[in-house]
């Protein structure tokens, strides 16, 4: 019996032929496959424009730029999320503030809408695991004329409906989303990558010229930026991919649904929440345990990888040893960071291994 992995990245032969057609074109950067996958991405999100790059943590570093953020500006993170959501400030010479998380693992509107002063210039949201955050937010930076960045990278395709029935995916909720495609994410481009996205007129300009050193359509270089480009390859890739994404989230929330609903009985773990109105992506299913290692070990005894998500908050990072949040207490995030598990719940899943999942769950 083989053991069953956390993610498996999709593979075929229409991603394949794109991918050497590309090389045989030998035109391998600043091409028609990476226009043609931005588009197709921003017509996708329902967003005004967007652009491939190298990976979502440089979208991260790139959507500040793009903002404006500098030295001085605070930046307020969730500090239940990876750490490149909240590296990517400093790196931006700005500040971190680090706020909790609610029920459903997302940014609290309530710690957010404490945590705002009046040097407070933008807000990075997370769709963790895949959950859409609280449309409060997008009200709420309104209101105090913040730039809201979706840190879109574990939610393709995720989205949520208001009172009066539009749906609005990831990557045209705020102002500015990014998004990483990685093997373990529910795209990817056969390697590293990323995307960045506006909803904003005025950024559309930057959002271009960001990934090419910062330079206009006239060559002229306007604002701080690098070479952050996607290879044409990737971009291929990523086109073909774009096109399986509505069948892939379909089935993940299939096995998610499965999990819910032939699992929840097993008082020793506690299911996700699907927060009201929206669509889940589930890039990852976590489940909140009380003995994260028994759970592991019993899981790994019936040879399936599950992983705690995540162990160390990032305010408690070594690498923020000298931020002033460092030792403080979050009621949510600290209770909780050690004891989500994520187990298996890509599209790629067989459903004689889901089966397995769902046996193990409930033996547990």
Same mark, same amino acid.
């Given at each position: 019996?083989?053991?069953?992995?956390l993610?498996?990245?999709?593979w075929?032969d229409?991603m394949?032929?794109?991918?050497?057609? @590309?090389?045989?074109?030998?035109?391998?950067?600043?091409?028609?496959?990476?226009?043609?996958?931005g588009d197709?991405f921003?017509?996708?999100?329902?967003a005004?424009?967007? @652009?491939p790059?190298q990976?979502?943590?440089?979208?991260?570093?790139?959507?500040l730029?793009?903002?404006?953020? &500098?030295?001085?500006?605070?930046?307020?993170?969730?500090?239940?999320?990876f750490i490149?959501?909240?590296t990517?400030?400093?790196?931006a010479?700005?500040?971190?503030?680090?706020?909790d998380?609610?029920?459903?693992y997302?940014?609290?509107?309530?710690a957010l809408?404490e945590?705002?002063?009046?040097?407070?210039?933008?807000?990075?949201?997370?769709?963790?695991?895949?959950?859409v955050?609280?449309p409060?937010?997008?009200?709420?930076?309104?209101?105090n004329?913040l730039?809201?960045?979706?840190?879109?990278?574990?939610? #393709?395709g995720a989205?949520? @409906?208001?009172?009066?029935?539009?749906?609005t995916?990831?990557?045209?909720?705020?102002?500015?989303?990014?998004?990483?495609?990685?093997?373990s +994410?529910n795209?990817?481009?056969?390697?590293?990558?990323?995307?960045?996205? @506006?909803?904003?007129?005025h950024?559309?300009?930057?959002?271009?010229?960001?990934?090419n050193?910062g330079?206009?359509?006239?060559?002229?270089?306007? #604002?701080?930026g690098?070479?952050?480009?996607? &290879?044409?390859?990737?971009a291929?890739?990523?086109?073909?991919?774009l096109?399986r994404?509505?069948?892939?989230?379909?089935?993940?929330?299939?096995i998610?649904?499965?999990?819910?609903?032939e699992?929840?009985?097993?008082?020793?773990?506690r299911?996700?929440?699907?927060?009201?109105?929206?669509?889940?992506a589930? #890039?990852?299913?976590?489940?909140?345990v009380e003995?994260?290692?028994?759970?592991?070990?019993?899981?790994?005894e019936?040879l399936i990888?599950?992983?705690?998500?995540y162990?160390?908050?990032?305010?408690?990072?070594?690498?923020?040893t000298?931020?002033?949040?460092h030792?403080?207490?979050?009621?949510?995030?600290?209770?909780?960071?050690? +004891?989500?598990?994520a187990?298996?719940?890509f599209h790629?899943?067989?459903?004689?291994?889901?089966e397995?999942v769902?046996l193990?769950?409930?033996?547990?």
């Amino acid at each position: 019996m083989l053991r069953i992995p956390l993610a498996r990245p999709s593979w075929d032969d229409e991603m394949r032929q794109a991918a050497i057609a @590309t090389l045989d074109s030998r035109q391998w950067v600043k091409g028609h496959q990476n226009v043609a996958f931005g588009d197709s991405f921003a017509d996708y999100c329902g967003a005004l424009a967007a @652009t491939p790059c190298q990976n979502g943590s440089v979208a991260l570093w790139a959507a500040l730029q793009i903002a404006e953020i &500098s030295a001085g500006d605070e930046v307020i993170v969730p500090s239940l999320t990876f750490i490149a959501s909240a590296t990517a400030i400093p790196l931006a010479g700005a500040n971190a503030v680090f706020v909790d998380v609610d029920e459903y693992y997302c940014m609290d509107y309530q710690a957010l809408k404490e945590a705002i002063t009046e040097r407070t210039k933008a807000v990075i949201a997370v769709h963790l695991f895949g959950q859409v955050i609280d449309p409060r937010i997008v009200e709420l930076c309104q209101q105090n004329q913040l730039v809201l960045i979706e840190d879109a990278a574990q939610a #393709h395709g995720a989205s949520i @409906t208001d009172e009066a029935g539009k749906k609005t995916f990831t990557g045209a909720i705020g102002d500015i989303a990014c998004f990483s495609f990685f093997p373990s +994410k529910n795209m990817a481009v056969g390697g590293e990558g990323g995307m960045i996205t @506006t909803s904003k007129q005025h950024y559309v300009e930057r959002l271009n010229g960001i990934v090419n050193h910062g330079r206009s359509s006239r060559i002229e270089v306007q #604002h701080l930026g690098s070479n952050l480009r996607m &290879s044409e390859v990737s971009a291929a890739i990523g086109s073909v991919q774009l096109l399986r994404l509505d069948y892939w989230l379909q089935r993940r929330r299939e096995i998610a649904t499965r999990y819910l609903q032939e699992c929840g009985a097993n008082e020793k773990l506690r299911m996700p929440k699907i927060r009201e109105n929206s669509q889940h992506a589930w #890039h990852q299913f976590c489940i909140l345990v009380e003995d994260e290692d028994a759970f592991c070990k019993h899981m790994d005894e019936e040879l399936i990888d599950a992983r705690v998500h995540y162990p160390i908050p990032c305010h408690k990072q070594p690498v923020f040893t000298n931020h002033p949040q460092h030792n403080i207490n979050m009621a949510t995030t600290d209770s909780i960071s050690t +004891k989500l598990v994520a187990i298996p719940v890509f599209h790629e899943m067989r459903d004689d291994e889901v089966e397995r999942v769902i046996l193990a769950l409930n033996s547990y």
